[in-house]
Each structure stands twice: as structure tokens, then as C-alpha cells.
């Protein structure tokens, strides 16, 4: 944008009376005098300048390129509005729209919620079926192939078998991943958690990152990664909710027409919070579960109806999935076995528990939080080795093969040295492998690798006393652990729940075997019991969830008795894991450099006010504004803003009026692009008029600025802002101290905050990036640098 | 206040160094030009009228006695303020501590928390403990009787004893809370639907309401009455954490002198939050239950943080609830039957349901919504009446006894007139009433009426088939329909859940029953499923809770399974009996004109804008203020403001300038009461600094104006007020619409918001009663009137 400063005549409050406007000039809103701008004369409060472009005389530099870490954030990331620009178009249909009309929207979000719930719960059953047959299709030919050489002795030859098996299965899905849609990696819920949060993930709502998504889940668990199902459950979810609200998809490229009222950031937003609890609710048939999940990362505002929408989307989630998966597995309509995992049914009556273990339960939550931290640990090194060496797709395939085959030969050698045989009688083993074993007996290591792990946790949890030996169940959870933590991070689709569980259920065994063992029997500790509660605390130690886990362990377990010591293991496993490092989806999170909003503002942080925070000087535009300035206000690549303020000078003096409204970006593009403007010397005339659909049809893919021809003749024209514009944005006066600005922010979901003064003129403006920035570190708060990165 | 009309001269930003400010002034702020002010002369945007004062000229008249009706907003309720008054004395506290004090005072709010679940699950083992010994000497007392007259025929005198036992113990607990505290009557659940939402309801959390409550509760239950003991626990857990979290206890004129940083309504509410859970924690054995209950009917802003302390404090009170009770009743340490009511255990693998029962589930609860909506119209003419003309403590005793006698008539009656005989063999029937069925047979209907209703709800869900005959089943639910009715609303403390579950689970088994008869057995409907259903039926039909009922009847049970069909059937009672009338608590909260917020701004009210629906004129106050005046403002009884906006005056125009804070009227009474004020000649002084201590000691109650004596010459003192005031207090614009005014105030929980213009001066203040007056009724939206009673 062009700094030469004129002076520029207004003529009062109504500019377009305005005629004695001076046609052809370059009208900048005020002269620029910002940190930077040269030549500048007189401090105005709102200015058209941009400190982004004005980089190296700013007080904060921003590198353009710098390695990853977690004292940088990221500016690459837009916000979501949960803020609606309540301008006189939304007002005008609002009025228009009766109660009953009312009503018919209540009903279709209704109606969405339980298509939410359905196809989800569809989806789910599409992953188990095809998981369940294919990877019984390599359980059958790789046992096969060990039974044939078990005697002939070239049992290095199914190890090449099953190890090739593996890599080129997990290849395929680390392909479709890495060269198609990359977020599709990992489980999605950091991903989600972001998206609920408030910040835009570019892709991760798309119905092509669905397709990867599921493809790529299926094919890493038949590739025998120690990987789950259930993660990406939550992402899948929440894709779903995202493409049935808005009633069209852009992969497929079309649109239904339908449900064109919830085209706009908030109701799409609520819809993916229930789409998140369906995915939730399938993977673990905890539908509770999932609806304070989507809580606990989620909601900042708490809505009861939303919330009851919520769970209805959660319950018909998990019914849809239990009643296919009861009709494909023979039992039709016996509708008690909900979720992808169930823990199976812990019996109260065998197995209650004494307040004399509550003691134990917190030091199995302590060893939780540990394990967990030293996870976390190790998986930080790893991303970062793999930020900044393995960031081209082939190389991340090659890696992925690399942990398919070494997982492979891992559990073989595993499974070749263990002597635990067990009698195969009366035990429910899939695929048992005799190997060396006596006749009628078979190869208990190779049951844990021989399964899918959830299958896995389910045995550790019921199989009667005995059923293990401890030294496999040390070995299987020490290999475990490094096989986990080295996968999780892999460029495939995967989820990190069930490996967790899996290995702090075997741990948990082992702790409850010793313990019986150790107090000679007096302690009759049942191990099933305790590997419920090892999973718990190393699940808890690693995402340091604790509500929401609490009620899915509840819930899949179908046991409300335990609910107290798994809250009791899990905030133990929290508190000590949180005194080490943070969370696995924090720390990913962090790692990306997200403008993450906690729950609060740091607690030491009362010594801010807006005035320190805020980003200024901010570019402001006139009511009645110059088409050519909006023009190169919006290509000013430099600055990347979205939101501007909308003022109006005061004609009696020089300053710069009061705040008149805040209109965004993807408004100001609509506009041009609709050439909603009138000539200047006719500014009388009244000028286009546009509806709310011509916005909501550009929702949410705005064209770039660049993509909009202006001529010159149009460039200028005016444009009245007056009733697109929002004409009562929230503000705060600028010696409102940071805890107070962030709980507006963060209670209304904000992304534009404007900061003012004492006269209403605008000073500064609040964005997510200004808050984001401030953190409690180690010693004390901490603010964190910005990078375009 | 005198409204003499005086020129005041300003001289600057900072009056202080106003020395020519004539001493003996009475000052307005301004000219009263509001409507009715005689000899108004300038039209002003903040002015010292106060509309209440003026009522006859009022567009809307304030009648000051008139009988009660739903469509009166009562002015006597007081707000809770939800939002911290940031002044200077608070951040400078903040400022002072350190990242370590925070963890200190945060440990302390878990502390507290665990202290409120280990009382309130004492409390509830107190009543449940102490009803059942003397419930069990009652009953004992009278089946002697009975069992000596039956042979004899002279049942009329066993009719009189068991009347005259009832109506005595009812006649005490009635005496208590009429005479005593009469805001212990009921089940306290709306009170504490009302102080969670933000309203202050005189007595509501004291300890003498404690005592009264669980002394009440206690010989309700005793004196047979159709009530229940859990509905009450929810009031007791919120007294006792309002008491412990504050430190002190009024009742007993005792200051701890603990915990003071959290005497502060933010903080308490919060605490209450955690209470009131830990109550249903307690009541019904549902931790999870109870925190999304509180969260359902009171958290506006989802924490987080405050969400994992309501969990804890829930689950701590299960805990030891379950514990003493175990002990008590000698299976020490079997914590699997947890809550006050245990539905016991519906055990899956017998009782499971098919898809084909959905249909039938929805017509239950549509059945259920009808009844419910039946129940609350009757209730809601019976409260009319009651509030017309039993308004009398006596009357009020009188009727509580009428009910008792009336009871025990109804049940002995329908006991004599029964032939309903089961085998006495093989039953748990605690006290078998034989009277006229053979020798080894008892009177089925007996067990009804001589049961505590939990008991004869469990009975009604886990009794094998067969066990009740469908004539006694019918009768039973005519008759305790009726009962329950009357009862609710009558002078004692009882729960509304117990008798709405029981009458549920009566036509619900009774309605199993019936089906499997004209089904010929071709649907075999177990009638304890079929009541289960019928209670969470008719339960939902009164009370229209959703998702926290579910989760509480799922933890009751302790089944999982049954979420989804209980889900099904509380949605449908609900939107049935929504269709008819408001939920039963809904009403009784309406019926008191209480300034009730719900969760949304009607949804046709975009039309209003905040220059509408705010109160104005306002009574502003000077930064700089006589002391006089200001003792003048405060002494108004007929305006009985709370807060008021602090400006200061543009000395260059006739215009008053921008709004500066925003100041409490609770603040300004500590300021007069500790003197903070210095002599009008010697501004430059330095006043009196208080600390945060002075306010928090004086909180809550702090003392009328009257009390504080002001002197002559003291009144010409100035008060500075800026240190004292919130400096940066939530505004909006006056275009801003309905629900975006109605979604600030209710998100951050405010109680007072001030309404600037362009120029941010103040034109008016929304509080509560502004937005509570909107509401959405059969015709659209509706406003109500407002009344001093």
C-alpha cells in the first residue's frame, strides 16, 4: 500500500455525501508513522501501516527460516471465528426468520447430529471388518509358513516372509500418506484438538484426508506396527461432521444445496466437536466418554443443547456400530458388546477392590507418569531428529518400512527365544503357534504378537492367573515400549491408545503377579485387576488426559465401581508426569508451533495489559472507503491480516474517530469480487446490494486477492462498508490486564480483539498469536518468538 | 439524592488538584433530565436519575403487591458476580505473588474440594443411616399394632397410631422449616439451579439451612410422606462447600481465618459448583452424573481445571459414602454400592434389548412426558393456590400434616382393601404385613407403603416376574401420582426424584407386564427392564433433565448398555412434555419471578438492540466523588443499584467523557465504613490505602448504608476513587443486538455491563433482570414485567 500522505477532506458522518472528494488521489487512512515507516509525522492511534512487512526495525524480529522448537509460533496458521459478524445482512435475515423457521434449523442440526453418528459409526465398522480379515489373512499365512519350517529348521525364511509382509503393507499406507495428504499422519487428534481450539489445520477437514485416513489405519495395523485403531476414530469423526454441516464436499466438488445456514466457522465448529465425541464414542462405545472429550479439548463456551447434541451423536454412534458388528458377527441384535475395543466385562462381584490398594494405585499411577514422561522424552528427540532430517516423503516411507520390519523381526526373535509354553486347552487363541512347544501346547509370546493389539489388551486383562510367565511379560513391555515410541510419530495413519494400554497393561500384570508373589499370596492382587490399572496409569502418563479418560475407561470397561482408583491412578500419573515434561499431543502440538489458547492466561501474568500485548500499529479502513486502498491493503503480501477495524475521523478535530465495526478479509474479497462499489462522483447512487448466501457460497475457500481484477477505473470507486461490516465488535480498553483480555477471548472464541482507548479509538488488536505467545515456563512466564515458518 | 441542578466546574483530568470546587455543594454528577426528573433542562447520556424512584412516570409501572404470575420479574433477587473487579488493589496482590503462591492456593482448592466430597458424603450417611433406624421403628411399631388388631378388627385404631405417628414427625419437620428457615422447604434443587446461574437467594447457602435441611429431610422421610432423601443432598452439598471454601461460618459467628483469598463470588460459585456434584455424587452413586449436572444447570465458562475438581470432589463423596456404609453395615471395605439409591445391578447378559424394543422405549417416553407434563400442571395450580392463601407458617404446618395423615389413610386403605397375597418364602420383604392372606403369605401392597420409596423402587426393578399383581400395581400408581403431587410444594424438606422414579417404575413393570400379556408372550418383556424404563420416563416428563439424568441412571444402575435406550426415552419425554408445559423446576423458579438466565437469548430477539433493553438513565459517580454524594446515591431505597459506572468530564466540552470503571456498591460501603476519604482542601493529601483484606473480611454481608455513620463535615470530603474502581469493565455498543449483549453477559458470568456509545460514554447498564425479562413464549417473544415483591 502506498504511504504518501495527503491531507483528505471528510465532510461529516455520512461520506457519501461527500463530494468535494478529490478524485484520483492515493487516500491512505492516516499518515503512517509506525516503528519503521519513514518520514512519518504525527502519531495517529490506527494507522495503515504493518509491522510484518517492516520486519527488521521491529522490536521482535520473525526468522524466516529457523529449525523447529518449542519456543517458536507459528504465523502460518489462521484462527477460526466462533464470533459471528452480526453486520445488518445477518440481522436483517435473522428478523426475517420466524419461530417456527427457528424450529426447522433446530431440527436439521438434529437431523445432521445423527447423520454425524451414523456414518461414523459406519465408518468404524468398515475399519474392524476389513482389519479383522486381513490381518487374519497374515496370521494364517505366516503361521503356516513357521509351521512348515518349525521342523525342516529354515525358520529365517518366514522371518523374511513375515518382515516382507509387514514393509510392504505398511509401505502402501506410508505412500498414501506421505505423497497424498500428509496431515492424515498419526492419530489426528493433536490435529483435532488444534481445530477445536481455534485454529484453521489447512486439509484436516477434507473428505480426501478421511479416505487416507482410513486407508492408512487400515493398512498400519495389518502391517503389524504397535499401532491402534481408535485415534484416528476421533479425526474420521470429525471429518464426517465437517463435510455432512456444510452440505457439500470440495474434494468431490459438489454441492448439495443443502444446509447452507451452517456455512460459517461456528456452526461447523460445533458440528466437528460432535463429530470428534462419535468417533470417540465408536472407537471406545463410551459415548460419556466422548461427549466430555470433545469438552475437555474442545468447547470454551459450554452450551447445554449444543451439548445435548453432542451425545446424541455419541449414542447413536455407538449403537450404529453395535448393532452392524452384532449382525456381521452372527449375534444379531444383542447390542452389549459397544465400541472397537471392549475391555470386557470386569465382574464386580470377583473382582472389587480394598482401600488397603488404594496406596498401591498411586504408586502404579506414579510408575505411570514416569514411563509415561521417559516416552514422551524419547518420542521429542525422535520428532525433532525427524523435523530436521527426514522431511522428504521418501525418506519417511523408507522409515516406516524400517519399523514395520523391525517390528517383524523383533517379535520373531522374541517368539523363537521364549520357552513359555502353555497348554492349548481351553484357552481362545486365534492363531496358536506350537514352534518348539510340546505337542497340544503353544507359544505364549508369540499370542501377543500374533494378534491385534487390542485383542492383546483384552487377554492381559482376562486371562486367568498363570496364564503368563513374568520374564515374558518383562521382555514384551520393554520391546513394546521402544517399538511404540518409535512408531508413533511414523508418516502413517495410527493411533498411540491401544500401544499405551498395551504396554501398562503388561507392566501392570507383571506388578500385580510380583506383588502376589512378594507378599506370598496375602495380598490376593488378581493381575487382571492391575493390568486394568497399569493401562490406565501408562495411558494417563502419555496424553495426560484425565476426565474424559476416566469415563472411557469406565465406560469400556462397563464398570462404574472402578471409576475412583482409575481417577485416583490417572491424576497421579498426570501430576508426576507434568512435573517432567508435557503431554504426547502438547508436545506435538507445541512442536508445530501452534498459537495453541490454554484454559487460562498464565497465572503470573496480571503484569500485562492489552497495551503490551497487542499488535499495533493496525490498519484501519473508512467506512466509505477507496476501492484501490482496500485493494492494496489486501495484496500487501507482508501482512497477512484478516480482520480490519473500520473507523471513521472525527471532522472537527485531527484525531482519528471512534471504532465504528471490524470487517474481515474474506468479506472485503466477496465484495470486490461481487463489484459491490459505486463511482465516486456518484456516490448518491446506492450500490449493489449482496445477500448473506453470496458469502456463505464462498465459504470457507476464499479466493486469493490476487484472483480478483480490479481496473483501474474501478480502483477508484467507493466502497460502503456500512453494513457488511460488524458493527459491534467486542473491545477492550488497553489497560485491561492479559488474564482479563484472554478470558474474553477465549470465552467467545474470538479471533479479532479490538483494543481502545479512552475515546473508543482504536490502539492495538488482539489476535490468538498475541496470546498464544505468552507461556508459563520453568522459571516463570515466558514469551515465545514468532516465525513465518 | 437531591436533585438541585448545580453548575459544577471540573478543572481537568485529575480533580485532586481541583481546589476551586466550592465546599458545601450538593454536586450531581448532572442535570436530571431522565423521565420524570422535574426541571430537566440538558439531555445527558449518564445521568444521576433513578428510574425505580420515579414509577409512576415509568413507560413500565412497578405494581408493589400483586399476586404472583410467570410473567413477573421480581427486582428483590441480588447477582452474583462472576467477574472479578480488577483494581488496582487486585493486581497488585497478583503482581505480588509468585509462580509458587499460585500452586500454594490451587493445592488449597483441591484441598478444599476433597473436604467438601469427604463431608458431603458424611452428611449423607448421617441420613440414610438415621432414616432407616427410625423408619424401622415406625414401621415395627405399627405392623405390631396391625398384626394385633387384625385378628381383633379393630384396624381403625392401627389406621389412627399410623396416622398420628406420620402427621407428628412430618408435624416437626414442618415446624423447623416454616419457623426456622424457610428456604430449607423442598428439595432445594431450583435454589441451587438459581445460585449457580448467578442469583443470590438470601440463606441459600448457610449452615442453619444445613442443619434445618438434613433435620427436615430426615423426618419427611420418616414421617412416610411420597418424598424422597437425594434431591436435598444436592442443597447440603452446596451449603457445606460454600461454608468450607470460605473459611468461616456465619451461623456460628466463626472466622477461621483460612481461606481467605477465595472469599469472593467467582470463587464460591465454584466451589458450590463442586458441592451440589458432590451431593448427586453422593445421592445416587454417580460422580460422573453429578459433575454434568452441575456443569448442565451452572457452569457458564467450561474450565477445565474447575471441572477436574468437581470430579474429584464427586468422586471423593461416593467414596466415603461407600465407605462408612460398607462399615455400617458390616461388608467393610466391598465399595461396590456406592449412593444413597442403588438400583442395583441389571445384569446384561440376562437383560439385554433388541432393536425391535426401540419403538416401544419412545412410547414410554412419550407417555412419560404426558404424565410428567399432568404432574407439573396440577403441581403448578396447587402452588397458585398455595401461594394465595397458605402463605402462613401455621397454615403451612397445618397442610404438611393434613398430607402426612392423609398418606397413611390412603395406604391403609388401599393395604385393606388389597388380596394381593405372595408366598412369604423366598422374599426380602422387610417388614411382612400378613392381615388378611394365609399363614407363610404377606399383603404385597403393604411392602409399597411400608418401604422407605427407595426400597420399593428396587424392589419394583429387580422383583422376578410375577411378583406384583397388575391391579396392585395400577392402583399403587394412581394413588402415589396424586400423593407426590400434592407433596411437592409443601413446607418441608423433600426430593421430587424418589416418588417420580417410583410412579415410573409402577406403570412401567405394571406396563411390561401388560405387554407381555398382549404380545401372548411373543415379546417377552422383563417388567424390571420395562420399569426401569418407565421410571427414567416419567422421571424425565417432570423434571426434563437430559444428559445428566442419563449418565446418573447409567451409574445407578451401573450398566452401560441401557445409556442408549434411557437417552431415547428422556429425549422423548422431554420434548413431549416441553410441548405442554415447562419442566418442574423450571416452573417453581419462574413462579418465584426469580431473574432466571437460560442458556440462549430467545432466538426471534435479534431485533432488540442493547439501546433497548437497557436500564437508563444510569447513576454515574465522578472519579474524584463528595462523599456526600456519594452517601446520598447509596442511602436511595427506592433505586437499589449495585454498580456504577465512574466517569470523568471533558473539561473542554459540556459533554460527559468516557467511561473510566466501573464501581461496586458493596466497595463503596467499605470505603465510607474505613473512612477512605481526604478534606476537600487538602486534596493533594494522600488518602487512606485499604487492602484487599478490608473487602474480603466484609464479604459477603456487607452492612447496609444506614449503618455507617457519615458526619457533616465528613460529607464534604472527597473520595478518590480510582484505585477502588475496575478500571477496565466489559462494555458494548448500543447497536449491539440481543444475543450478542445476552452471550458476553452470560458467557463471563457478569452482573453488570455497560452500554457505551461512539464516544465510549456510558448511556446506559445492563443487568440481569434487562435480559432475564425476554422470553420466548407460545406466541413469540414476550417481556415480562418487573415488581418489587
Redesign the interface.
Known amino acids: 500500500m502506498a504511504n504518501v500522505a495527503k491531507k483528505v477532506s471528510w465532510s461529516g458522518r455520512d461520506p457519501r455525501d461527500d463530494e468535494d472528494d478529490r478524485a484520483g488521489e492515493t487516500t491512505p487512512l492516516l499518515n503512517g508513522t509506525g516503528p519503521g515507516a519513514a518520514g512519518g509525522a504525527r502519531q495517529g492511534p490506527c494507522q495503515p501501516a504493518h509491522h510484518v512487512s517492516q520486519e527488521t526495525e521491529l522490536p521482535r524480529p520473525y526468522p524466516n527460516e529457523i529449525p523447529h522448537n518449542e519456543k517458536l509460533l507459528s504465523l502460518k496458521y489462521e484462527s477460526l471465528d466462533y464470533d459471528n459478524s ?1 453486520n445488518q445482512l445477518f ?1 436483517e435475515e ?2 426475517r ?3 417456527a423457521a ?1 424450529r426447522t434449523v433446530e431440527i436439521k442440526r438434529w437431523v445432521i447430529c445423527a447423520m454425524i453418528g451414523i456414518l461414523t459409526g459406519l465408518v468404524a465398522c468398515f475399519i474392524d471388518i476389513v482389519v479383522e480379515n486381513l490381518a487374519g489373512l497374515k496370521y494364517r499365512v505366516v503361521k503356516d509358513n513357521i509351521d512348515k519350517f518349525t521342523e525342516k529348521g529354515g525358520l529365517s525364511f518366514s522371518l523374511l516372509l513375515w518382515a516382507i509382509l509387514n514393509a510392504s503393507v505398511v509401505m502402501v499406507g506410508s505412500v498414501i500418506v506421505a505423497f497424498i495428504e500428509p496431515v492424515a499422519a498419526g492419530s489426528g487428534i493433536p490435529q483435532i484438538k488444534c481445530y477445536l481450539n481455534g485454529v484453521k489445520i489447512p486439509h484436516v477437514v477434507r473428505l480426501k484426508t478421511l479416505v487416507i485416513k482410513v486407508c492408512g489405519v487400515i493398512l498400519s495395523v495389518v502391517g503389524g506396527l504397535a499401532v491402534g485403531k481408535e485415534g484416528p476414530m476421533i479425526h474420521s469423526g470429525a471429518v464426517i461432521a465437517a463435510g455432512i454441516s456444510q452440505g457439500r464436499s470440495t474434494s468431490l466438488k459438489r454441492d448439495f444445496k443443502i444446509f447452507e445456514y451452517f456455512r460459517r466457522d461456528t456452526e461447523k465448529r460445533d458440528f466437528v466437536s460432535a463429530g470428534a465425541a462419535a468417533g470417540v464414542s465408536a472407537a471406545f ?1 463410551a ?2 466418554g466422548g ?2 472429550f470433545s ?2 479439548e474442545g ?7 449444543l ?2 447434541r453432542i ?2 451423536a455419541s ?1 447413536i454412534s ?2 450404529t456400530l453395535n ?1 452392524v458388528l452384532s449382525v456381521y458377527h452372527g449375534n444379531a ?4 458388546s ?1 465400541g472397537l475395543i471392549n475391555f470386557g ?1 470386569f465382574d ?2 470377583k473382582m ?5 490398594e488404594i496406596p498401591i494405585f498411586i504408586f502404579m499411577g506414579v510408575v505411570g507418569g514416569i514411563l509415561g514422561a521417559l516416552f514422551n522424552a524419547l518420542n521429542y528427540w525422535l520428532t525433532m531428529f525427524r523435523i530436521r532430517y527426514i522431511h522428504r516423503p521418501c525418506l519417511q516411507v523408507i522409515e516406516a518400512m524400517l519399523v514395520a520390519a523391525v517390528t517383524a523381526a523383533v517379535g520373531f526373535v522374541m517368539i523363537y527365544c521364549s520357552r513359555d509354553c502353555q497348554p492349548i486347552q481351553g484357552s481362545s487363541v486365534a492363531y496358536p503357534l506350537q514352534l518348539f512347544c510340546a505337542d497340544g501346547e503353544y507359544n505364549s509370546m508369540a499370542t501377543a504378537f500374533f494378534n491385534t493389539p487390542e485383542k492383546s489388551v483384552v487377554n492381559l486383562f482376562h486371562d486367568p492367573p498363570g496364564s503368563y510367565n513374568p520374564m515374558t511379560l518383562g521382555m514384551f513391555t520393554l520391546m513394546y515400549f521402544f517399538l511404540a515410541c518409535w512408531t508413533y510419530g511414523l508418516t502413517v495413519s495410527a493411533g498411540v491408545f491401544i500401544p499405551s494400554l498395551l504396554i501398562g497393561a503388561a507392566w501392570g500384570r507383571l506388578f500385580g503377579i510380583s506383588l502376589s508373589y512378594l507378599t506370598k499370596g496375602s495380598i490376593w492382587a488378581d493381575p487382571g485387576k492391575y493390568a486394568l490399572m497399569g493401562a490406565a496409569a501408562q495411558l494417563g502418563g502419555i496424553v495426560r488426559m ?2 474424559s479418560l ?2 472411557i475407561m ?2 469400556a470397561t ?4 472402578y ?2 482408583p482409575i ?1 485416583l491412578v490417572l ?1 497421579t500419573a498426570k501430576i508426576v508426569g507434568d512435573y517432567f515434561v508435557e503431554g504426547l499431543y502438547d508436545m506435538h502440538i507445541q512442536l508445530q508451533s501452534v498459537p495453541f489458547l490454554h ?2 492466561a498464565p ?2 501474568s ?2 500485562l495489559t492489552a497495551r503490551e500485548v497487542m499488535s499495533t500499529p493496525v490498519t484501519c479502513l473508512r467506512r466509505i472507503e477507496r476501492v484501490g486502498t482496500v485493494v492494496d491493503i489486501l495484496s500487501d503480501t507482508s501482512s497477512n491480516h484478516n480482520g480490519f477495524p473500520v473507523v471513521e475521523s472525527n471532522p472537527n478535530t485531527t484525531q482519528v ?4 465495526g471490524l470487517i474481515l478479509r474474506s468479506q472485503l474479497i466477496v465484495l470486490l469480487k461481487h463489484k459491490v462499489f459505486v463511482e465516486r462522483a456518484n456516490l448518491s447512487l446506492v450500490q449493489r446490494r449482496l445477500k448473506l448466501k453470496d458469502f456463505r457460497d464462498a465459504y470457507p475457500r476464499f479466493p486469493p486477492i490476487q484472483s480478483i481484477h480490479v481496473s483501474q477505473d474501478e480502483r477508484e470507486c467507493m466502497i460502503d462498508l456500512s453494513e457488511f461490516m460488524n ?2 465488535p ?4 488497553q ?3 492479559l488474564p ?1 483480555v484472554f ?2 477471548f477465549r ?2 472464541g474470538l479471533r479479532h480483539l479490538v483494543v ?1 482507548n ?3 479509538e482504536v490502539v492495538g488488536m488482539v489476535t490468538r498469536k498475541d496470546l498464544a505467545r505468552y507461556r ?1 515456563g520453568k522459571e ?1 512466564l515466558e514469551e515465545l518468538s514468532l516465525a513465518q515458518t
Not at 352 to 356: E, K, L, R, S
Open positions: 452480526e440481522l435473522e428478523r426468520i420466524n419461530h427457528f462405545g459415548p460419556v461427549v466430555l469438552l475437555e468447547a470454551s463456551f459450554w452450551n447445554q443443547f451439548t445435548w451425545f446424541f449414542m455407538t449403537f448393532s441384535w444383542d447390542l452389549s459397544p466385562r464386580t462381584e472389587g477392590y480394598t482401600i488397603q484425565t476426565l476416566t469415563v469406565m465406560e462397563g464398570n462404574v465401581t471409576g475412583f481417577m491424576m484454559w487460562e497465572v503470573t496480571h503484569s474517530a471512534g471504532l465504528r458493527p459491534s467486542y473491545t477492550v480498553p489497560e485491561a490486564s482479563r478470558k474474553l470465552a467467545l481502545v479512552n475515546h473508543n508459563l516463570g
